[in-house]
């Protein structure tokens, strides 16, 4: 039986209603997320059992997003408590040809403060079989990147496989290090690696010559120089993904990824999503959908690669972080239905 742990921060996400922009509001939507927590969810809502790992202070607000995470099927007996607050992200979506926006408010949060030796992760992953964690958690504070380190360590220790999604954040990364001279150590220790051109540039300093997402088209086969890069500078790395998004504009993306195995490159079909309903954890809703898939089709990696672009292509029609969608919705999907009818 797999089980599955996932740590970073979830935050308070408070969005503008519709497409408004956040000077013509007077109130915002409150929902939670973070891209862990997403990944977790999405991973419950395809029957996996999966603990999300995070730090959050004694308040009502932390209680309430306890209740958000238990409510979604995810375990929270392994969350530590303490600190002062809860991160906030604010929300404007975008439309058409004007971008989204993002404000973060999480200076102070409780897992920025987290420290080794806080978690025992000895406890945590007893009958665990996979840990995933994103570039977004060393970004927020050293201690948190220390911790992430402690974890992966821990988690290699026991034979669990590893997964992280580098997810570079260049709006967070501001306790005095950079990306490039902290995740290497991290990544290191990990088996599975998603990125997209911009992570593995920022990131890990390599760069996807040729490349260029603004014109709406990318192309598989120019991630292949750049798969084979990652792993030489990570020998531990048995996969590398790319999820491959073509911005049209704000509201008509396309989406699909490639999967490097170290022998072949699998790429998956490619969706036109048309009528972006949200985007925000697309890329968490294909970590989920990818984790999933290779446990559950650990020798095809076509499928498990097919699954988690499905899955994410239909997260976009989803409202909020979490992607609330079925194992067989994602599988009518794959298997050619995009029509949307009613099921009655």
Request: one cysteine or more.
């Amino acid at each position: 039986m797999n089980k599955v742990v996932t740590f970073g921060e979830v935050m308070l996400r408070l969005a503008t209603p519709g497409f408004q922009r956040f000077d013509q509001v007077d109130n915002f939507s409150a929902t939670f997320g973070g891209g862990e927590a997403n990944v977790a969810v999405s991973l419950a809502n395809y029957g996996v059992d999966v603990d999300f790992v995070t730090r959050l202070p004694e308040n009502d607000i932390a209680i309430a997003c306890m209740k958000d995470l238990r409510k979604n099927g995810v375990g929270t007996e392994q969350i530590i408590r303490g600190g002062e607050r809860l991160g906030i992200y604010f929300l404007e979506s975008g439309a058409v040809s004007r971008g989204s926006k993002v404000v973060y408010d999480r200076a102070h949060s409780s897992v920025s403060e987290i420290k080794p030796g806080m978690v025992d992760w000895n406890k945590v992953f007893e009958g665990v079989t996979w840990f995933h964690w994103t570039g977004i958690t060393p970004a927020i504070s050293q201690g948190a990147a220390d911790v992430c380190l402690e974890a992966i360590k821990a988690a290699n220790a026991k034979g669990i496989t590893v997964s992280t999604d580098l997810n570079y954040r260049k709006n967070l990364w501001k306790y005095g290090k950079s990306a490039n001279e902290v995740m290497p150590d991290l990544v290191a220790g990990c088996d599975v690696i998603l990125g997209n051109e911009e992570d593995a540039e920022k990131v890990l300093g390599i760069k996807a010559d040729g490349v260029d997402v603004t014109a709406g088209e990318v192309t598989g086969a120019a991630y292949e120089s750049v798969s084979k890069q990652i792993m030489e500078q990570f020998p531990r790395c048995k996969k590398v993904i790319t999820t491959l998004r073509g911005s049209i504009s704000a509201s008509h993306n396309s989406w699909s990824g490639v999967l490097w195995d170290g022998k072949k490159l699998y790429e998956a079909p490619t969706y036109q999503i048309t009528h972006i309903v949200d985007r925000v954890g697309g890329g968490d809703s294909f970590m989920g959908g990818l984790i999933y898939g290779l446990m559950t089709w650990p020798d095809d990696d076509q499928k498990a690669l097919n699954y988690a672009v499905a899955a994410s292509c239909l997260k976009h029609t989803i409202y909020g972080d979490y992607n609330r969608v079925s194992v067989d919705e994602v599988m009518k999907l794959m298997e050619g239905d995009a029509s949307g009818r009613v099921a009655r």
